[in-house]
């Protein structure tokens, strides 16, 4: 039987297939073409390297769907590779307990009535002897239990041709590689802008492995691992915290968290464009280190204010550049108005602030004059100095 499998064995091999590996890991070879062709520019263009967290998070997810549908395949291909080889085993031993059978009772030709066979054990003749009737019995059991078990294996060939049937387990696998094909891919092209953040953002520098390897997924599924990793003990060092500065000071000494001279406040807010800046070493002195914006809001601090009093503007983050819609409130809110998304997280909350007022939306329409200061709400994620 061991040499019966051998044969079996070799016979898969010598079918195109390679080696074992491939018979047992349908994805050997389309984990590598699944990936190539990537444009790397149009995937730079859908997804933001600043939220590398939600980028890493989405890639592992994927990459555990690929290694679940992965072992599915390969269960499958087992399964396939089994019953062939059981089919093959099967045909093997039936010709070779014909083969005993047909020794043991001498039998090399027709069946004469009415005469007896000698009987012979490993070529020595025995004093017994059997006649013709025992000897039809015998083949016709062998030949019976050779219908039955090629009845059966028909019927296993014929559910497996059928397209739709459990049994066609090559059009499962087909369907899970395209599956894994899909979810590899989608990973990848997420983990080419994610490295881009964990180097950018938090100065972890990983390579992603070459899609050229025979090894890509298992490699890929290690580089995930361990940029997780990286990325948990950076976030594990941060702390967040919330911090407040007011634009316009009392007078012409601005205070720590004071951004503007009084007469700078006055000139800006007739003009209705403000422009202020934020240094690294207000945080540093603060005990932040290596800042990062998690969301922002302005609140307008305003004479007569009523709940009603909202002023709305255009604000210009530092850094990108961006400009973004929002209303500061003459009154104080929990931060459901905050600012946040792909123009704050993540980016340096150093460097020039730009804001626009326009006429505020007021029951009783708050003069210019009212509005006597602009606070901004910063909530940061930083590393103690």
């Known amino acids: 039987m061991p040499e019966a499998f051998d044969r079996f064995v070799d016979r898969a091999t010598a079918e195109g297939r390679g080696d074992l590996k491939a018979v047992f890991d349908p994805f050997a070879e389309d984990a590598t073409q699944s990936v190539q062709g990537i444009d790397i520019q149009d995937v730079e263009s859908k997804y933001s390297k600043f939220h590398v967290e939600d980028l890493l998070r989405s890639c592992v997810e994927r990459a555990s769907s690929c290694l679940s549908l992965r072992e599915q395949a390969a269960e499958l291909a087992i399964r396939a590779f089994n019953e062939e080889a059981d089919r093959q085993l099967q045909a093997d031993l039936l010709e070779k307990t014909f083969s005993v059978e047909q020794r043991e009772i001498g039998f090399i030709g027709p069946i004469a009535e009415n005469s007896s066979y000698l009987r012979y054990d490993n070529g020595q003749l025995l004093d017994t002897s059997i006649t013709a009737d025992i000897v039809r019995a015998r083949l016709d059991d062998h030949e019976s239990i050779n219908s039955r078990i090629n009845t059966y294996y028909e019927l296993l060939k014929d559910r497996s041709d059928t397209p739709g049937n459990p049994s066609r387990l090559s059009e499962r696998i087909s369907f899970l590689k395209e599956m894994f094909s899909t979810n590899l891919v989608e990973a990848f092209r997420r983990a080419i802008v994610c490295r881009a953040g964990l180097r950018d953002v938090y100065g972890i520098d990983m390579l992603l492995p070459s ?104 604000l210009t983050l530092p850094g990108n550049g961006t400009s973004v819609s929002t209303l500061a409130y003459s009154e104080g809110r929990d931060y459901d108005d905050r600012i946040a998304g792909t123009d704050v997280h993540n980016r340096s909350p150093a460097g020039t602030w730009l804001v626009k007022l326009q006429q505020p939306r007021a029951l009783n329409h708050g003069a210019l004059d009212k509005l006597t200061n602009l606070i901004v709400f910063i909530r940061v994620s930083y590393r103690g100095a």
């Open 211 to 314: 899609s050229n390897s025979s090894t890509f997924f298992e490699d890929f599924v290690m580089w995930l691992q361990a940029a997780s990793d990286k990325l948990d003990e950076e976030l594990d060092q941060r702390f967040i915290a919330d911090v407040a500065f007011t634009f316009s000071a009392a007078d012409e000494t601005p205070g720590e968290f004071e951004l503007l001279k009084l007469t700078e406040w006055n000139s800006q807010r007739a003009a209705q464009n403000f422009s202020v800046e934020l240094n690294q070493t207000i945080f540093e002195q603060l005990g932040m280190a290596k800042p990062l914006m998690r969301s922002v809001r302005l609140q307008c601090v305003q004479l007569e204010a009523t709940s009603s009093t909202i002023w709305p503007t255009k």
